[in-house]
């Protein structure tokens, strides 16, 4: 209880600590004179972009402004002694040398008990993975060309993530990114490729994203991280993949492939689709045709190569049997036939085959074999409903055929009956 007591009173003195440097930081809150903001805008030109840019900025929302990066004092120079404001000796810092703006941000976004009194959920964790980074790894060398906070972010209108107008807004980060990714002049020195860009961008990834607005699409920093950016590794590939295609991921981990692909630093699901060109497979990719990838490792007579085949022949197979079935049931469709239960039959069918294109990570043609069983099930009841409804179809045919024999065996008797009353009572026109 007394520790409890204790622990409370510290977490209030320490609360209060926090207050202190917040309003130490930023005096201008307590009255609202800000002789930066009123003096650069004075001046104009570029010296008052900054203040125009801060209109937009998250941090001028929460009443933070130049003096909480730049140091100084604002409410001195109201008279338009500018050094008494840009006072080193009040804290004032001048421009940022790049090396130092990580830790210039960290300052308030690593220290949880600050940041936390804007936001209870905020994360506090950038600055620490951005020190694993590549970027930040190499800034630590005195290599000032990565990306430090700012190019990511931008500088004064630095904008909420989750807004669309924000440079790491999933659809802006491909053009975030590609200001130095995609420039070679930029980054010739490194020997990096820099197609990443153009090949992302028409990947079905890229394509879902950009094209469609289709936000579940990764972007750059999904599989290369925001803060910790630097590429997976060979054996994460399949972790990075499975944060989103959970099936594929967790087949392949079981399969024969993981352990013999780590072995040999082989990139997993990346060895068969690639990375930033993925593209849409095509069941061409298995069995032991010319764009089968299979063979480009096993050879004929090996496991590998016979279970390609195999795991081909049932894909064909049951692709084969849907589109049949499909066939035959469009055409007693078309003639009003009711077959809504074969179609029901017919669109799990797809599903088992869509299944099937997964397990095929699995390599294993039982776990194939009981995937694809099920759709050829499901497509022999829809033949059999699909011949049925023709049958009836044919049956009800014939019906009709006789029933218009009849009717018109009907009409003629009817006819001749007409013909023969109007010979015993010819019709009279008037006057005669
Ligand atoms: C009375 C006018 C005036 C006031 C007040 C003033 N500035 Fe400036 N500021 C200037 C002028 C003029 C320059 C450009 C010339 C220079 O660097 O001395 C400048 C330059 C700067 C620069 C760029 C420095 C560089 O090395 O090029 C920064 C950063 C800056 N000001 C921030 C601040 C901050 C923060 C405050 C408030 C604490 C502030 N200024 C207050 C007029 C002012
Ligand atoms: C969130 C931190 C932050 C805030 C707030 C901020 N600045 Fe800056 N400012 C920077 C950084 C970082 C740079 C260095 C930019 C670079 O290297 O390209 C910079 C650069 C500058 C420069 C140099 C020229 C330029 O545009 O790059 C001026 C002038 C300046 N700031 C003035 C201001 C003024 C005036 C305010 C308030 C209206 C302000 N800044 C608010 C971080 C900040
Ligand atoms: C290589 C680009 C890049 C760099 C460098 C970078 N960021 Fe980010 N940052 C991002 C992306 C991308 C997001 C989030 C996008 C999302 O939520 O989908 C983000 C999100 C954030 C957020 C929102 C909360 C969160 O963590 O998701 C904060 C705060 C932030 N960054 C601060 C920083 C700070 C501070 C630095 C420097 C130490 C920094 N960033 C460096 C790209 C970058
Ligand atoms: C004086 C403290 C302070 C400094 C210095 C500072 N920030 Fe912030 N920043 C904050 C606070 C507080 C928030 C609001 C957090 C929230 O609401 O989640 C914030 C919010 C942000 C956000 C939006 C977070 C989100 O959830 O999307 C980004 C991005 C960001 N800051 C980047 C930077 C960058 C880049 C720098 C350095 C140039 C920087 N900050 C410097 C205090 C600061
Ligand atoms: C200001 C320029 C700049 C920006 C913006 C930038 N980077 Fe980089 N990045 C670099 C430089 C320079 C390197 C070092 C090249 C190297 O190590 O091969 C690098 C390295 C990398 C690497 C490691 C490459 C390797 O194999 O060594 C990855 C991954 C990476 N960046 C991803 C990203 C992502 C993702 C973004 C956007 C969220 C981004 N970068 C934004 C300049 C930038
Ligand atoms: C679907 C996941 C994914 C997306 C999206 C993605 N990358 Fe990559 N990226 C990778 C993988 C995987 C590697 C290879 C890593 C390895 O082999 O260790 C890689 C490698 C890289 C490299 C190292 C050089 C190279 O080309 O091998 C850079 C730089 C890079 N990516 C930048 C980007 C940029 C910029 C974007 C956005 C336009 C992007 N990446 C989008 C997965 C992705
Ligand atoms: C952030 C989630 C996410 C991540 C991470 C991701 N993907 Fe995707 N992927 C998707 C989405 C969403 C689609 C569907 C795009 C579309 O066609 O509309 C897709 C489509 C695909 C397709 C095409 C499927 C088809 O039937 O056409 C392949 C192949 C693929 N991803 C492989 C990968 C690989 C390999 C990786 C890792 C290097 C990866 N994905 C990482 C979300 C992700
Ligand atoms: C040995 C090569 C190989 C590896 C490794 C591999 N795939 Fe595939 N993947 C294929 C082939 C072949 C197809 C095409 C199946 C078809 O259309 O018949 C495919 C299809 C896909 C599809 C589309 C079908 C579906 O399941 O929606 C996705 C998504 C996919 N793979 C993701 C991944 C991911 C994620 C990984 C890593 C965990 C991975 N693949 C590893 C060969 C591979
Ligand atoms: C990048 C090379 C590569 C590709 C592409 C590849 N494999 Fe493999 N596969 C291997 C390696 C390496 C092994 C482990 C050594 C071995 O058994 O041959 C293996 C093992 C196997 C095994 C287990 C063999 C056993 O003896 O138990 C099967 C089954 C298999 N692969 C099927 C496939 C199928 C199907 C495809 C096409 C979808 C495929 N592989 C594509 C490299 C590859």
Not at 103 to 108: D, G, N, T
Not at 128 to 151: E, F, M, N, P, W
Not at 185 to 195: Q, W
Not at 211 to 219: L, Y
Request: glycine share 8%; aromatic share 6%.
């Amino acid at each position: 209880m007394k520790s409890k007591k204790i622990f409370l009173i510290n977490l209030f003195v320490l609360s209060g600590g926090w207050f202190c440097f917040l309003f130490s930081q930023s005096p201008e809150q307590a009255d609202n004179v800000n002789s930066c903001v009123s003096c650069h805008l004075e001046m104009g030109d570029e010296l008052a972009v900054p203040v125009t840019g801060m209109e937009q900025d998250v941090h001028d929302r929460l009443g933070l402004s130049c003096v909480s990066c730049h140091g100084g004092d604002p409410k001195a120079g109201l008279d338009g002694d500018l050094e008494a404001a840009m006072d080193p000796a009040k804290g004032y810092i001048g421009i940022p040398e790049r090396s130092a703006i990580p830790q210039l941000c960290a300052k308030c976004h690593s220290e949880p008990n600050y940041m936390r009194q804007f936001n209870p959920r905020v994360s506090t964790d950038q600055f620490a993975r951005y020190k694993t980074s590549v970027h930040g790894q190499r800034l630590q060398r005195g290599d000032t060309k990565v990306a430090t906070c700012i190019d990511c972010h931008g500088v004064h209108g630095i904008r909420n993530a989750k807004d669309a107008r924000s440079s790491v807004y999933p659809p802006n980060i491909v053009k975030t990114c590609g200001k130095c990714h995609a420039d070679s002049e930029y980054m010739k020195d490194y020997g990096v490729a820099t197609d990443q860009v153009e090949l992302y961008s028409t990947s079905v990834h890229g394509k879902a994203l950009l094209e469609k607005g289709d936000q579940g699409a990764p972007v750059c920093n999904d599989c290369h991280g925001n803060h910790g950016a630097s590429p997976p590794g060979a054996p994460s590939v399949a972790f990075v993949c499975g944060q989103c295609h959970l099936n594929n991921s967790e087949l392949f981990i079981k399969s024969p492939h993981k352990m013999a692909f780590d072995d040999m630093d082989l990139p997993e699901c990346e060895a068969c689709h690639g990375n930033h060109a993925i593209e849409h497979p095509t069941d061409e990719m298995i069995g032991a045709g010319e764009q089968s990838m299979c063979i480009d490792c096993h050879e004929d007579g090996s496991k590998g190569f016979e279970t390609a085949v195999t795991i081909r022949r049932e894909i064909d197979s049951l692709k084969g049997k849907i589109h049949f079935a499909d066939s035959l049931v469009s055409v007693a469709e078309r003639a009003g036939m009711q077959v809504s239960e074969a179609k029901f039959q017919l669109n799990d069918a797809d599903d088992a085959l869509i299944k099937s294109r997964t397990i095929i990570h699995s390599l294993s043609v039982d776990q194939i074999k009981e995937s694809t069983g099920e759709g050829i099930k499901l497509t022999d009841a829809a033949t059999k409903a699909g011949w049925e409804a023709l049958d009836e179809l044919q049956f009800r045919r014939k019906g009709l055929a006789i029933s218009i024999i009849l009717i018109s065996i009907l009409a003629l008797g009817l006819y001749l009956k007409i013909k023969e009353i109007d010979k015993k009572y010819p019709f009279k026109t008037e006057g005669e």
